[in-house]
């Protein structure tokens, strides 16, 4: 089988972490390196929760890690989501130290080395804000074109947000880096909370798994289960879901690796990076003839039930 070759840039919360732990167990994915970023919690803290994450799936000192932003890139940081994610990103479970650092390499210089050694094969997967993507842009513009696809978790384009009532938190948290990385050209699917938010994982169904998995899995998947019994807290008292959360980030990854789970459509998109309402929302020009925006794929339906399947048998 021919793996993709993906470089995972997160900001390691509790849906990062899923997605990663799923990447790295996925047979179709190689994931060749993560990059860090701010986001739901400190560049610092995502980077620690990703080199203890690695180890916790048996891969410390296999994987290269690279920090990336502290903050956006033409504006002032706004704080964390540690209501959402804990005071530590991933729901306040306790994971051992690994032995393994970051590189010295910044995500940025990673990311563009990566897409030369590669050679057009190098996949990009981002689940949070677009600011190392941008920076790398903004550095060689060339970046765009060497790019096999970016599969973006961000916006919400005929849906409601999560911020604002229109913007979704990574676009928001940094939108003239989502606006620089759109206008780029590169290859893009965007998967917003259009799909993300149908695709819903249930405390039955992590109950189950925790009574099938293989002996090998017990320690992911008891980790998934303390990190998503704080999820689905907030998600109760935000939302009123009763035990049950969006796969926002491993939804992103599972498309990388099975395109087929969802329908896109190509859109005309632009961030909105002004204004006191629509700062941070993805603007889709549906016109007949679009006169605003660049063409995306734009992720707007998802067989949800079969995606949080293939999700979970990964850790089976
Ligand atoms: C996105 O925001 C973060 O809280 C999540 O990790 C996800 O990437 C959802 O809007
Ligand atoms: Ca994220």
């Not at 940025?108 to 981002?126: C, S, W």
């Not at 790398?136 to 978790?153: E, S, W």
């Not at 969006?246 to 990388?256: N, S, V």
């Amino acid at each position: 089988m021919t793996q993709r070759k993906i470089i995972i840039d997160a900001d390691t919360g509790i849906d990062d972490a899923f997605a990663i732990l799923y990447g790295l167990k996925s047979e179709k994915a190689d994931i060749v390196g993560i990059t860090t970023v701010f986001g739901n919690i400190s560049v610092e803290l995502a980077t620690e929760n990703t080199l203890r994450i690695l180890k916790l799936a048996g891969r410390e000192n296999e994987i290269p890690v690279s920090r990336g932003a502290s903050k956006p890139i033409s504006r002032e940081l706004q704080g964390y989501s540690t209501h959402v994610h804990g005071q530590n990103g991933i729901g306040e479970v306790e994971l051992p130290l690994s032995s393994q650092r970051p590189i010295e390499e910044a995500a940025d210089d990673f990311i563009l080395r990566m897409a030369d050694e590669l050679n057009g094969e190098l996949v990009l997967v981002t689940l949070g804000r677009l600011t190392n993507v941008a920076l790398a842009l903004r550095k060689d513009p060339r970046l765009a074109g060497k790019i096999k696809h970016l599969y973006v978790m961000g916006g919400a384009v005929q849906a409601p947000g999560n911020v604002t009532p229109v913007a979704e938190a990574n676009i928001w948290g940094d939108p003239e880096a989502a606006e620089l990385v759109v206008r780029s050209g590169m290859p893009i699917t965007l998967v917003g909370l259009d799909v993300t938010m149908k695709t819903l994982l249930h405390q039955s169904q992590l109950d189950s798994l925790k009574r099938t998995c293989k002996p090998e899995n017990r320690g992911i998947v008891d980790f998934i289960d303390g990190m998503m019994r704080f999820y689905f807290g907030f998600y109760r008292e935000f939302n009123g879901f009763r035990d049950y959360a969006p796969m926002h980030d491993p939804l992103a990854l599972l498309i990388a690796l099975e395109p087929g789970i969802v329908r896109t459509q190509t859109m005309h998109l632009s961030v909105e990076c002004t204004g006191e309402l629509c700062v941070g929302m993805t603007v889709a020009d549906l016109r007949r003839k679009p006169r605003v925006g660049t063409p995306v794929q734009v992720c707007v339906e998802v067989q949800a039930a079969q995606a949080v399947e293939l999700l979970l048998a990964a850790f089976d």
